[in-house]
């Protein structure tokens, strides 16, 4: 691929699942794999009013919610982030941390964090929020829109051993749904520990399935 919008464009086929042939360099595909170790990553952020440096690694045994925003001091961006954040205890609760990304400065992150929530701010953070600067990271989730140099909308379920386990990466206009993401997060640590799968909605306390021929018709015969 020798240009930088063939690059794109690729990348986005390939989240089509439309290649065929995955490229080497592809700026997706090719960093990480469902199921398989999330790329590392380290940085400054600002957490709990102050800058500190944090890493992938400070949150090994535990589950982390790792999402992208595309830039500090814009429209839906804090309505994510502030939602995330005040629901935060939800999380940790489960034993899972959250922790927000984007490719302004730890400054600019501050001065955000400074200013009211009735002025777009976003006031007191429960969640470090991450300065990629270099883009780096970025890069390495497949999430970086080169033309503006923002991030899309990257949310990343990776769970205790540092395993990637949920990928969801929205265009920039759309933002998420923190019940559905505490749902996913709630559902694979299920399967961690029971070993049987959840079917379409399903949320706690309600019926799951054995992942097996004999096992599933207990289900189907109940739900169907």
Same mark, same amino acid.
């Given at each position: 691929?020798?240009?930088?919008?063939?690059?794109?464009?690729?990348?986005?086929?390939?989240?089509?699942?439309?290649?065929?042939?995955?490229?080497?360099?592809?700026?997706?595909?090719?960093?990480?794999?469902?199921?398989?170790?999330?790329?590392?990553?380290?940085?400054?952020?600002?957490?709990?009013?102050?800058?500190?440096?944090?890493?992938?690694?400070n949150y090994r045994g535990k589950y982390l919610v790792f999402f992208f925003y595309p830039a500090d001091f814009t429209f839906i961006c804090p309505?994510?982030? /502030?939602?995330?954040?005040?629901?935060?205890?939800?999380?940790?609760? $489960? !034993?899972?941390?959250? #922790? *927000?990304?984007?490719? @302004?400065?730890?400054?600019?992150?501050?001065?955000?964090?400074?200013?009211?929530?009735?002025?777009?701010?976003?006031?007191?953070?429960?969640?470090?929020?991450?300065?990629?600067?270099?883009?780096?990271?970025?890069?390495?989730?497949?999430?970086?829109?080169?033309?503006?140099?923002?991030?899309?909308?990257?949310?990343? /379920?990776?769970?205790?051993?540092?395993?990637?386990?949920?990928?969801? $990466? !929205?265009?920039?206009? #759309? *933002?998420?749904?923190? @019940?559905?993401?505490?749902?996913?997060?709630?559902?694979?640590?299920?399967?961690?520990?029971?070993?049987?799968?959840?079917?379409?909605?399903?949320?706690?306390?309600?019926?799951?399935?054995?992942?097996?021929?004999?096992?599933?018709?207990?289900?189907?015969?109940?739900?169907?």
């Open positions: 691929i020798s240009s930088r919008v063939t690059q794109q464009q690729t990348t986005q086929q390939c989240l089509l699942g439309s290649v065929k042939r995955i490229p080497q360099n592809c700026s997706f595909c090719g960093q990480f794999k469902l199921a398989k170790p999330a790329p590392e990553w380290s940085g400054t952020a600002v957490a709990n009013g102050e800058f500190k440096e944090i890493s992938s690694a309505t994510e982030i /502030i939602s995330f954040s005040d629901r935060v205890e939800e999380f940790r609760k $489960i !034993n899972c941390e959250v #922790v *927000g990304c984007s490719t @302004d400065s730890h400054f600019t992150h501050l001065a955000w964090i400074n200013t009211p929530r009735k002025q777009g701010g976003l006031g007191n953070m429960n969640i470090p929020l991450l300065s990629d600067k270099t883009y780096d990271i970025a890069k390495a989730y497949g999430v970086f829109k080169e033309d503006d140099a923002v991030t899309f909308r990257g949310l990343f /379920i990776i769970d205790d051993k540092g395993n990637l386990r949920q990928i969801t $990466i !929205n265009d920039l206009p #759309v *933002g998420r749904n923190v @019940d559905e993401v505490l749902r996913l997060v709630q559902g694979f640590q299920f399967t961690d520990k029971h070993g049987e799968v959840c079917p379409a909605n399903w949320k706690p306390g309600s019926d799951t399935m054995k992942p097996d021929v004999k096992g599933s018709k207990s289900y189907f015969s109940k739900h169907n």
